[in-house]
């Protein structure tokens, strides 16, 4: 076999692991972001100041430490104690909580009266960061699972099962939804058919960069899994379609009933997989010269599903960006999400019990179910990190960790201490060039592959590979949002 056979067959043919430990490493992100407050919040009370010295290096060396290494070790050498690293990472936020030192302007703050403060609201900021680790996840996977230092079973499954990068496809199209100018109420200027036009050209990026896949990998010969999204297409196309037949839908019907859309979608693409030979087709045709349908059966007929999704990520877009001002309005809202992220993983356990498996390649109604239960999950989970930094300003009476809700009522020079910390942030960098992150990684893993055997590295050496790979992508995102630059040239 050639090195590029080796890498297909490294990467097919696999079955994934269970619900509860793609959970488990979900959880992992949100105690990570508590870490990064709490030690700001703990270095501030010691300090007195923020930012770090010598702040453009210190802080991203802190951010990339605290947020970026333990998802490379978690998904690589420390992957069978997976449950224990977050244990230890618990046990240390609950160490530097109890370590802060309340404020002497908030001496008696308890938790009812916690509840009743406001909250600005320029932003939501567990969106932000849901988005974010999203990109960075899937930023560290396409290039890990290329090393056997990454799980088997993390890795995207062939036909049926749940692994780690299929939760990360069908997230990432749910937080494209989450803040689409439709979840963000943004008005329609014109007719509708103008608002699809606008639409159609909105995507040239992501066509681009698919054409621009597609004809790096066959130029050279670039190892590819074909039964992931055919022999031509890829994940950007995927995006660009999804993005314009979700917003032709929603230009037709409410915006406010894209949670039906996305039930009745996902329910008949089911019916007609259990009730026609389509799922035969796509699982078992394997006549790809025939044509470009039956050589991209895969991509395209997922879209269905990944729209599908799409619209669950609008409708709970809605919901996230409401007006709220109080921090119990916000705590309730995010319970609530927790809520709903529960009743869609049970009615998950009846569609595997009575109907069918996740399958990924199929992006069929359990797909469906299970991408918006763990993004719900996910988010929630980040929602419920943001409270506790929160209450933890509050007490402290440090009002300025980047990328977390701030408290209403003004402080002496807040805003100016705000946009500096800001500044300093990678969350808020990556959040700045999420296309852009995404193209690099890409691009970086192509490099990587071309460079380094990543068959036959030792683990130490693939962790400290995976590392470099990161930080560069980091740092070259973050330099950018430093100098106050947006890639965005559409």
């Not at 890829?234 to 039906?260: D, E, G, K």
């Not at 039930?263 to 799922?279: A, I, P």
Request: charged share 10%; with cysteine; hydrophobic share 50%.
């Amino acid at each position: 076999m050639t090195q590029k056979d080796l890498k297909e067959a490294f990467v097919s043919n696999l079955n994934g692991t269970s619900l509860q430990e793609v959970a488990l490493g979900t959880s992992l992100s949100p105690v990570c972001l508590l870490n990064r407050g709490l030690m700001l919040i703990l270095i501030h009370q010691v300090k007195g100041t923020l930012p770090l010295p010598l702040p453009q290096i210190s802080h991203l060396l802190l951010d990339f430490s605290v947020l970026i290494l333990p998802l490379v070790v978690s998904c690589t050498v420390l992957s069978d104690v997976l449950h224990h690293v977050i244990v230890i990472l618990i046990f240390v936020s609950a160490c530097v909580f109890c370590y802060i030192r309340p404020s002497t302007r908030h001496p008696k703050t308890s938790v009812n009266t916690f509840l009743q403060n406001h909250v600005q609201f320029n932003q939501v900021p567990f969106v932000t960061a849901f988005r974010v680790f999203i990109n960075v996840k899937t930023a560290i996977s396409i290039l890990a699972v290329d090393f056997s230092a990454f799980p088997r079973r993390y890795a995207k499954t062939e036909t049926y099962g749940t692994g780690v990068m299929d939760f990360g496809v069908g997230a990432y199209v749910f937080a494209n939804g989450l803040v689409c100018p439709e979840a963000r109420r943004k008005n329609i200027s014109g007719s509708k058919m103008n608002h699809i036009t606008k639409q159609l050209v909105s995507v040239w990026p992501l066509v681009v960069l698919g054409l621009g896949r597609l004809a790096s990998v066959k130029m050279t010969h670039y190892h590819e899994h074909v039964t992931e999204y055919g022999v031509h297409w890829n994940f950007f196309f995927t995006l660009a379609v999804v993005r314009v037949v979700a917003s032709m839908l929603l230009a037709i019907l409410p915006v406010s009933q894209a949670w039906v859309l996305s039930l009745v979608l996902s329910g008949l693409y089911q019916c007609t997989l259990e009730t026609t030979g389509l799922k035969a087709f796509i699982m078992h045709n394997n006549n790809r010269d025939k044509d470009f349908l039956h050589a991209n059966k895969e991509g395209i007929f997922s879209t269905v599903g990944y729209v599908a999704i799409y619209m669950a990520g609008v409708q709970v877009g809605l919901y996230v960006m409401q007006l709220r001002s109080h921090i119990k309005e916000w705590l309730k809202a995010i319970l609530s999400l927790l809520l709903v992220s529960f009743v869609l993983y049970a009615a998950l356990y009846m569609c595997q019990t009575l109907v069918v498996p996740v399958s990924r390649r199929l992006a069929n109604l359990p797909f469906c179910l299970w991408s918006v239960a763990q993004s719900l999950f996910f988010l929630s989970c980040l929602g419920l990190v943001d409270m506790v930094l929160l209450f933890s300003k509050t007490i402290s009476g440090c009002h300025f960790v980047p990328s977390s809700w701030n408290l209403h009522k003004k402080h002496p020079n807040s805003d100016g201490k705000t946009v500096v910390i800001e500044r300093f942030c990678l969350v808020q960098a990556v959040a700045r060039n999420q296309l852009l992150f995404f193209l690099l990684a890409n691009v970086m893993t192509g490099l990587t592959n071309s460079v380094v055997d990543t068959l036959h590295c030792s683990s130490s050496f693939s962790v400290c590979v995976l590392l470099i790979y990161m930080f560069t992508n980091c740092s070259v995102t973050y330099v950018l949002h430093l100098c106050g630059i947006t890639v965005k040239f559409w």
